[in-house]
């Protein structure tokens, strides 16, 4: 079983920057797939990056451009470099993770990972 804990939210100005950690814990996998959300309470996760084992990278529009994700192997920690954030970004953040390989078109879907971090408040103000 695989275990995430996200760190890194806070406040920020509009145009400011975060960068959000996930470290993982409890099991390695050789293949995995690696994903950050958002959601306001009440709405659906919204898929914002993902990134694969051999280091593919997927961006919804919504960020595409003013976010990164990125991977440190030997920590096994994944991160979202956030920049020139806007009032939208506000959301509470999570992490997810599946043990396997995800199919490009389902890499930002939620309901495609297993595991599943407990959230990080993200505020922008304007």
């Known amino acids: 079983h695989l275990q995430l804990v996200e760190s890194g939210g806070g406040s920020v100005q509009s145009g400011g920057s975060l960068r959000l950690s996930c470290a993982a814990a409890g099991y390695t996998y050789s293949r995995y797939c690696m994903g950050w959300f958002r959601q306001v309470a009440g709405y659906e996760r919204e898929g914002v990056a993902a990134i694969d084992s051999d280091g593919n990278k997927s961006y919804s529009d919504s960020v595409k451009g003013r976010f990164i994700i990125d991977r440190d192997n030997a920590k096994n920690t994944f991160y979202l470099q956030m920049d020139s954030m806007k009032p939208e970004d506000k959301d509470m953040y999570y992490c997810?993770?599946?043990?396997?390989?995800?199919?490009?078109?389902?890499?930002?879907?939620?309901?495609?990972?297993?595991?599943w971090g407990q959230g990080t408040q993200v505020t922008v103000s304007s």
């Open positions: 997810a993770a599946r043990g396997e390989l995800v199919g490009w078109e389902y890499r930002l879907s939620s309901w495609a990972y297993e595991f």
